[in-house]
């Protein structure tokens, strides 16, 4: 998807800046051998009420750890250290109990293949039926009537003849706006997409990038958007967040991220978008690829993927700093920045 123009941005909910969810410091862990490997590395993130963050980075850049540790979903064998507050509750370190309570109800999840929230053989009345008793203790009559309204507020044609079919009936469309249906069940308060439409072709990437703008400005729901596409972050999101090899690089207002970018990094991911770095420009893949946890360059990380190193770049690792107008950015060389 190539990127859109930074538009003005809606104005942010009176109570966006109260901090929905803060997650600050946030590390994940594997065991290799007598270490510990870091796979995501002192990531910060906040998330105000009716808000978009857009999290973009390539493939296996730490994103969906980063989202499975905020639903508590990681194995046990992973380790993981840092805060993540929900509506000022630590989250880290709660029950299980109060884990399963928080997902589904108050954080729901969409993911990449709508086939992993969908059972393949129940019917899709069933499917949201259960979600509504299980977590509303909704049934009968009213679950029905319930399951209807949300497949027409994620506009399924007719959603009452959509309840009596099976999931394998719908188009790759369809079936992942059934799953954002199932997500909205419990009306959460935030709305986790991992790459909701990395597998659906263009037209239809723009119809459910669209629905989730709608579902933001309908119901005040805020979404944490995660792609590895900078063009579909930037089509929906408020804020920008890129991650490489595990770590925030840059981070601001959309406008500042998209039309602005600082850290070299974002910079080659948006020559790297169909018309990214301008209407006639050519489409500059980021030579080489992502270094492997465990095998990260001293120094800078992305050092030798990038034009502008220098020789600090090789042995200091740059700290996250603020810049000017609420951006944040790992490199201290800022080749990008106001001379
Ligand atoms: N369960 C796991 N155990 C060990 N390593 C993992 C696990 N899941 C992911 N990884 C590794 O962690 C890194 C980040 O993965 P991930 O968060 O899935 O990246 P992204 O979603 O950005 O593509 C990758 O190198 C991946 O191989
Ligand atoms: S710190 Fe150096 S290597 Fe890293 S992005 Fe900045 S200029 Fe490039
Ligand atoms: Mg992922």
């Known amino acids: ?25 946030l590390s994940v862990s594997r065991r290799e051998r007598r270490d510990w490997v870091k796979l995501v590395d002192g990531v910060d993130l906040s998330l105000g009420r009716g808000e978009v963050l857009g999290v973009c980075g390539e493939s296996g850049s730490g994103k969906t750890l980063t989202s499975l540790a905020v639903l508590g979903l990681l194995p046990a064998a992973l380790k993981v250290t840092g805060s993540i507050r929900y509506r000022g509750e630590e989250l880290r370190g709660a029950s299980r109990r109060r884990l399963r309570g928080v997902r589904g109800r108050e954080i729901a999840v969409v993911w990449q293949d709508p086939s992993t929230s969908l059972h393949p053989l129940l019917n899709v009345g ?14 009968g009559a009213a679950a029905e009537r319930r399951a209807i309204d949300l497949l027409a507020s994620v506009r399924v044609p007719d959603p009452a003849a959509a309840l009596r079919a099976r999931p394998h009936e719908f ?3 369809l079936r992942q706006r059934i799953a954002i249906a199932i997500a909205l069940a419990c009306e959460p308060k935030i709305l ?7 597998a659906l072709d263009v037209t239809v990437q723009a119809e459910i990038l669209r629905l989730l703008r709608e579902l933001v400005d309908e119901r005040q729901v805020s979404v944490i958007l995660i792609s590895h596409d900078l063009g579909v972050v930037s089509s929906l999101a408020d804020r920008v967040q890129v991650m490489y ?24 991911l948006l020559a790297a978008l169909p018309g990214g770095a301008g209407p ?14 465990g095998h990260l360059p ?3 990380a992305f050092h030798p993927r990038c034009g502008f190193a220098v020789a600090s770049c090789t042995s200091s690792r740059p700290a996250f ?4 107008g609420g951006t944040r950015l790992a490199c201290p060389i800022d080749p990008f920045g106001p001379k």
């Not at 207002?253 to 990094?265: G, W």
């Not at 006639?280 to 946890?293: E, V, W």
């Not at 700093?321 to 000017?324: I, R, Y």
């Open 1 to 25: 998807m190539s990127v859109a123009t930074p538009s003005a941005a809606p104005p942010p909910a009176a109570d966006a800046k109260e901090g929905l969810l803060e997650v600050s410091g």
């Open 126 to 139: 069933t499917q949201l039926t259960e979600h509504l008793r299980y977590h509303l203790g909704l049934d």
């Open 171 to 173: 188009s790759g469309g």
């Open 192 to 198: 986790l997409a991992d790459e909701p439409t990395t």
């Open 245 to 268: 090899a595990g770590r925030v690089v840059e981070s601001g207002r959309r406008e500042q991220v998209i039309a602005s970018p600082r850290h070299p990094y974002t910079r080659a």
């Open 280 to 293: 006639r420009s050519r489409i500059q893949a980021i030579p080489g690829s992502p270094p492997l946890p």
């Open 298 to 300: 001293a120094g800078c």
């Open 321 to 324: 700093a603020p810049v000017e």
